[in-house]
């Protein structure tokens, strides 16, 4: 309770702080180059010059924050990847070349492959049928807001979910896993799924195909209603049946909320931490690049340049997507 | 939205539907179903058999010999093995764990030395000796009973109390409630700068902000955990604080927060900020007058994100505020709970449920702004 008030001080000071910050440099930069009141040379030369200092009293705070937040740990990271693992000395590609012949890594990016092929592909699939379908039916509403759902549930609360449904019994015994009771039930034997290489890697995606679906539903539910109504109504007076407007109209005219929704789990499927700790921690070959990473953090004190390197990894296979997220963004901006 | 939609294949539509959204609620029930339910039944059956009547084998050891009675020269010692349960049935039952079923209630089992045991259906039992019994640890009755659906918080009071999930939701409280509030005022000017303000470099920031919209969070763990170490060795302060889990949620929520509310500030009419330009307000004038009450729907959205996001994250507080026992947050609590309860599902699923169950009312409650968040926040495509 007393931590709790602490954190409602904090939270009251934090924002005084920021108000006072904002508040004090206008009035400052207002008092030293006043333009109310004056006429003439000195008011449009001091209207000239706080109008260039005000954007970086505003924007100061955020760059201040991002900079030490993720900009200096970009470059930090790189350059710790060439370092060993106490960050000191300089070892050249051997970070790397150590990761060409490590078993582990070699099994996470074979893992990170599935993961990527797999997850936004059935997230997206299964959020296009939902949306498409739930647009047709009274309860529609309903049926999302249970989908849409699990978005709001963090990755480890899923795990235990899951956990709970891929138990596992001896045979013999009842089985208390849903998964297992239903395979028993049809007259086969129980697994544990969590043990069986390979195939244990797509009960996890299960898990964030489980959370993600929704996120792909809401956006394009958006999108399918967002489709002028002529088109569709030139298609039916054309002849065309339910199936081929949804495939030959609706869905080529959301091919971009298509991409930016597969894109978007793409980058979360990369960094894919959570699930795979609390359910496997990496055992029985399910083992994926970001929990490596974290593995290697602490793993024997910590090696910083391994983990480091492992990072550089994931990043470099999110540059494409930020390129291309730059891209469009840049599009859209011009437009305006 | 089609027009074949009053075809006879509404009905395909409503049970596919159906079939989906069970699919995607059935995970979510059953741990909600299991948590509540008496932990014995928990272990033995499924939660969807939650509501019929369990048939469990089950072991009862009889109160020692200080509590026999005697009784016209005989010695007894009497009670019921469903002790505590209202109501239930005996079908069978035996003194011996190899045949822990040999006998039907109403009968007598002999179990040696002249004592004589038996157990009727509705539990109750007496052992009858011809000389008084000796020894501290009673006999064990193994019986087979049919015990009626029992549902409880007894898992709840549980883990509050006894497995740190208390302490856990305050901490989780900590972290989110100023990790959401912080970042907003910082944002929001930013975000007015860089939607409404010309000065050179404009487009690169945002550019830069765009790009950081997807940067790995494990790119910063390192060198943080680097900086953080360093800061507090320079200071003589510990390097795991709330103060700086506070700063680093604020820096990884930054660009959505920035991005979400420039595009939303970049779609208000121009006309409002030029009149109050005409009418010689300031910069900031506008932003804290017009704007930033206009914003409220943006602001809002960013909030429940970020709140969801602190909440439910455990990489950022494992490194930045450390595994000890005081300071785990509620994920990291359910994470270790995993690995050291892993087969007691009564503490896993309450505890579960425990730490859903703030970001679901969050969700039920806010979902308008939640949705409208994530339309604005996926960069759109071309």
Not at chain 1, 193 to 196: A, D, F, G, H, I
Not at chain 2, 238 to 241: D, R
């Given at each position: 309770m007393q931590q709790l008030l602490f954190a409602v001080m904090t939270m009251a000071a934090g924002v005084l702080a920021c108000a006072a910050y904002f508040y004090g440099t206008n009035w400052v930069l207002d008092r030293i180059f006043p333009s109310k009141g004056l006429t003439g040379k000195v008011a449009s030369r001091n209207l000239r010059i706080t109008n260039a200092i005000r954007p970086w009293l505003f924007l100061g705070p955020a760059m201040v924050s991002l900079t030490i937040y993720l900009i200096y740990p970009v470059i930090e990271s790189v350059w710790l990847s060439f370092h060993d693992k106490s960050g000191q000395n300089f070892v050249g590609l051997s970070n790397f070349n150590w990761m060409m012949n490590d078993g582990e890594f070699r099994q996470s990016i074979y893992n990170n492959f599935l993961w990527l092929l797999v997850v936004p592909a059935a997230a997206t699939f299964f959020g296009l049928i939902i949306a498409a379908l739930t647009d047709r039916i009274w309860w529609g509403n309903i049926a999302k807001t249970l989908i849409f759902m699990p978005m709001a549930i963090s990755f480890v609360g899923a795990s235990v979910i899951w956990k709970f449904i891929y138990d596992f019994r001896p045979e013999g015994s009842e089985q208390i896993g849903l998964l297992n009771a239903l395979v028993v039930y049809f007259g086969g034997s129980p697994e544990a799924?969590?043990?069986?290489p390979f195939w244990n890697n797509f009960f996890l995606m299960v898990i964030l195909i489980w959370i993600q679906t929704g996120f792909a539903m809401v956006i394009l539910s958006a999108a399918l209603r967002g489709i002028p109504e002529e088109t569709i109504e030139a298609a039916v007076i054309d002849g065309a049946n339910g199936l081929q407007i949804f495939f030959k109209i609706m869905i080529p005219q959301i091919w971009g909320t298509i991409a930016v929704v597969w894109t978007t789990i793409t980058i979360l499927v990369l960094k894919v931490f959570d699930i795979v700790l609390a359910m496997t921690n990496g055992q029985w070959q399910s083992q994926v690049l970001a929990n490596l990473m974290f593995d290697w953090m602490f793993r024997g004190g910590g090696d910083f340049g391994r983990g480091a390197a492992i990072a550089v990894v994931i990043m470099v296979l999110v540059i494409p997507i930020m390129i291309w997220n730059i891209r469009n963004a840049a599009k859209e901006m011009e437009g305006r | 939205m089609i027009a074949s939609s009053r075809s006879p294949l509404i009905w395909v539509v409503h049970l596919s539907v159906l079939l989906l959204v069970l699919l995607w609620t059935l995970p979510t029930a059953g741990l909600l179903i299991s948590s509540l339910r008496d932990k014995d039944q928990l272990a033995v059956s499924g939660w969807w058999t939650a509501l019929s009547t369990s048939t469990q084998n089950l072991v009862y050891r009889a109160p020692g010999a200080d509590k026999q009675v005697e009784k016209d020269g005989k010695f007894a010692i009497a009670g019921n093995l469903l002790e505590g349960q209202a109501t239930g049935q005996v079908s069978a039952f035996g003194f011996n764990s190899r045949e822990p079923a040999a006998f039907q209630p109403g009968q007598t089992a002999d179990l040696g030395d002249g004592e004589k045991l038996t157990v009727q259906a509705d539990g109750a039992f007496e052992i009858v000796a011809d000389k008084a019994m000796e020894g501290t640890r009673g006999q064990r009755i193994f019986y087979t009973a049919a015990v009626p659906p029992r549902f409880t918080i007894d898992n709840y009071l549980e883990v509050m109390r006894a497995e740190g999930i208390g302490a856990s939701f305050i901490n989780s409280l900590t972290v989110a409630i100023p990790s959401t509030i912080i970042p907003i005022l910082v944002a929001a000017f930013a975000a007015y700068a860089l939607a409404w303000m010309k000065f050179p470099g404009r487009a690169i920031l945002i550019a830069v902000v765009v790009g950081l919209l997807v940067v790995p969070l494990q790119m910063s763990l390192i060198p943080l955990l680097k900086l953080y170490n360093g800061v507090g060795a320079f200071f003589g302060v510990?390097?795991?604080?709330y103060v700086g889990i506070w700063l680093a949620h604020m820096g990884f929520g930054l660009p959505l927060a920035i991005y979400l509310l420039r595009n939303y500030m970049a779609g208000l009419p121009r006309e409002i900020m030029e009149s109050a330009r005409v009418d010689g307000a300031s910069d900031f004038d506008i932003f804290v007058k017009i704007i930033l009450p206009l914003s409220f729907p943006a602001l809002a959205s960013f909030a429940i994100f970020q709140f969801l996001w602190t909440w439910n994250d455990l990489l950022v507080a494992m490194v930045f505020l450390g595994t000890g026992n005081d300071s785990l947050v509620l994920t990291g609590r359910l994470v270790n709970l995993l690995g050291s309860r892993g087969g007691n599902w009564e503490i896993l699923t309450a505890s579960a449920f425990i730490t859903i169950i703030v970001p679901l009312i969050v969700f039920f409650s806010l979902q308008r702004y939640l949705v409208r968040g994530l339309l604005a926040g996926s960069v759109k495509g071309g």
């Open positions: 799924w969590m043990t069986l | 510990p390097a795991k604080t």
